[in-house]
């Protein structure tokens, strides 16, 4: 096939988006459904394209040479519309419309009855689109651009509720909080364009590589990159958006934590990760971010009791992750532990929008008993419960452990740091299990209809696909083939081969703190062996500091917002407008009556006045010109 038809890749859902919101608008208000077919339609030609895309990259070895577009030619600069299909952008292809699709089709039967259906499907295509066009743009002009497209369509759809305050202010704050990475990624592209005359990501790479962009320059352009991709990707201290985006519908939820928005922040470090490996500096502050948010993160994962809140903080976690794993390792190495990523999380937020579905709650307090009324729901949500734990041989495993390695042979301090989130990952995942299925059911929702029921097979199929993924996407990399693919042939040998863990001594630590987790998460909340209030009376002053979540939230909103900004610098330049540019403006306006007042005074139509005045100026001219002719 030839390759213009990648442009197609990302054109398909835009053209959905296209046709559910101008053209078909009247129709779907009486036949809604057809809006989910058509976005069901494009998402599956755009995935068919990606598959095809990267079976021709495999074979290749090389970037598909793609036919660029010339958008606008301005005082001799020429501006192309351009792609980059490479190794990155073929295994992001696959991510996103993968789970796209599975998300579109499991939101049949999760929105079905809403009354902004086809709304819903319309902003799903250009969310899809958005993302799509980010990951294949190659210059970063069209990234930012794109950039902002996704940030816009995630404002609309984490408020796509928006008669509900909650949905109205966290789709504000959502936008807000990762505007202000952006600021730094729009300061770094002027930096660069600045310096390098070319916003060509291939270009830069070589620049970057043969020096002619290094030093300074360098080090702050790969930080403002990495400022952007913090805000997006929720690391700290731009975290503080995303649980609250879980106000959206579950499935935004699950598209949002797994293949788009928060994965685009590490798509753009790995992207441009030549200009990161060329500065220490910037590497070091993507690896300790990273670690710091992945152990932070999952302190707060411990208490929550909202199932989508627990899984939100876990993103945030898996994310830091992924971040130590760029600082560390690499290109293949982060995007591994994405890809893999990508599948149980999905899995997971579509689990949870399963039981609440079922339930008509997300406290998990009000559910348990789960496991016989919902089989399908509790084997696939258990399969991505233990993916995420690292359980071998699923596909967390392989990922998880590769960073753990890297981790260890060059940072030990983030090493130990990301060794307890191990532990603490598979405690408040299994925690999750047991207080959602095990037990005895505990009433749910008293204005939910019906008995708790499994959910109906077009949100179920999604969940089995996505738990077959689950399994095994991990298995590309058993050998390193993962890494030699994408051009980073340094894989541990522990990954070669199936059974390879067994000569090697750190898979089976994080084994065993895995294991420890989930035994005293089934201590605390399944046998009741320990007390989980009693526990935490223990821990109070902690207890009470992860609950609210250090109390960032506090910080931000009361006292930066509040008073430092809104009591201080804008009540300063509230100041300086009333009494500075108003009262200047005021000032002149007054003087100018004033003097009109005084002059009008003379204008008294007395014409023996008039005479008086006209002697007296008489006899000042001859006075001048008698002394100073």
């Keep these: 096939m030839p390759y213009q038809l990648v442009w197609l890749i990302f054109l398909l859902p835009l053209f959905s988006f296209i046709i559910i919101a101008l053209f078909l608008r009247p129709f779907l208000k009486s036949q809604p459904k057809t809006a989910g077919y058509i976005t069901i339609a494009a998402l599956t030609g755009s995935l068919g394209l990606s598959v095809w895309a990267l079976m021709e990259v495999m074979a290749t070895g090389q970037p598909l040479p793609v036919p660029d577009i010339t958008w606008a030619v301005v005082d001799g600069l020429t501006i192309h519309l351009g792609l980059l ?19 579109q ?19 799903m295509s250009l969310f899809t689109a958005s993302m799509l066009g980010l990951v294949l743009a190659d210059n970063l002009l069209f990234v930012y651009v794109f950039w902002e497209m996704v940030g816009l369509c995630s404002y609309l759809l984490i408020g796509f509720w928006f ?65 952007g991709a913090a805000g997006k990707s929720a690391q700290f201290p731009l975290h503080t958006w995303l649980p609250d985006a879980m106000e959206g519908p579950t499935p935004v939820s699950a598209l949002i934590h797994a293949a788009t928005m928060v994965a685009a922040g590490v798509f753009l470090v790995a992207r441009t990760f030549p200009l990161f490996s060329h500065s220490t500096e910037a590497v070091t502050t993507v690896a300790v971010v990273g670690g710091f ?58 689990g949870a929008g399963s039981v609440s579905h079922a339930t008509g709650t997300f406290d998990m307090r009000k559910m348990g008993g789960l496991r016989k009324i919902m089989p399908w729901t509790y084997a696939t949500f258990l399969i991505a419960s233990l993916s ?116 090697h001594s750190l898979p089976w630590i994080s084994l065993m703190l895995a294991g420890l987790g989930i035994l005293l998460a089934y201590a605390i909340y399944s046998a009741r062996w320990l007390s989980a209030e009693s526990i935490g009376g223990m821990f109070q002053p902690l207890y009470n500091l992860f609950l609210h979540k250090y ?20 009540a300063g330049l ?10 200047a403006v005021n000032g002149i306006a007054s003087g100018a009556m004033a003097t009109g007042r005084a002059i009008r005074k ?24 008698y002394f100073f002719g």
């Design 602 to 625: 003379a204008h008294s139509g007395q014409l023996q006045l008039y005479g008086l005045f006209i002697g007296i100026g008489i006899i000042v001219i001859v006075a001048c010109v």
């Design 293 to 350: 948010t992945a152990i932070f993160a999952a302190t707060m994962g411990l208490v929550m009791t909202d199932i989508k809140r627990v899984l939100a903080y876990s993103t945030i976690s898996q994310l830091g992750y992924m971040m130590l794993g760029l600082g560390v390792g690499g290109i293949a190495i982060g995007i591994f532990h994405l890809f893999n990523h990508a599948f149980f999380k999905a899995l997971l937020f579509l």
């Design 388 to 503: 995420i734990a690292g359980i071998w041989p699923l596909a967390g495993f392989w990922s998880k452990d590769e960073i753990l390695a890297s981790a260890l042979e060059n940072q030990p301090v983030l090493f130990i740091l990301a060794m307890i989130t191990v532990f603490m990952t598979a405690f408040y995942m299994f925690r999750v299990v047991f207080m959602t299925f095990g037990g005895s059911y505990r009433g749910g929702d008293p204005e939910a209809h019906g008995k708790p029921h499994e959910s109906p097979p077009v949100m179920v199929m999604p969940m089995v696909v996505l738990a077959i993924l689950a399994v095994v996407s991990g298995l590309w990399n058993v050998t390193g083939d993962f890494g030699a693919f994408m051009g980073h042939g340094e894989t541990h040998s522990f990954t070669e081969g199936f059974f390879g863990i067994l000569t």
């Design 574 to 583: 509230q100041g300086f407008d009333v009494y500075g540019v108003d009262g």
């Design 105 to 123: 089709i499991y939101s049949q039967g999760y929105m079905k009855g809403d009354a902004g259906y086809h709304r819903y499907f319309a902003f």
């Design 163 to 227: 008669h509900r305050p909650s949905a109205a202010n966290a789709a504000k704050k959502a936008f807000i909080v990762t505007r202000l990475g952006d600021f730094g990624f729009l300061a770094a592209i002027l930096l660069i364009f600045f310096n390098t005359g070319t916003l060509d990501i291939t270009q830069l790479h070589s620049l970057a590589a043969t020096g002619a962009l290094a030093g300074t320059t360098l080090t702050w352009a790969a930080i403002g990159i990495f400022a």
């Design 551 to 570: 109390w960032l939230d506090e910080l931000y909103e009361k006292v930066f917002v509040g008073r430092v900004l809104l009591k201080g610098f804008f």
């Design 85 to 103: 299909m490479d190794q990155l952008t073929a295994v992001m292809l696959i991510v996103v419309t993968v789970v796209s699709l599975m998300v």
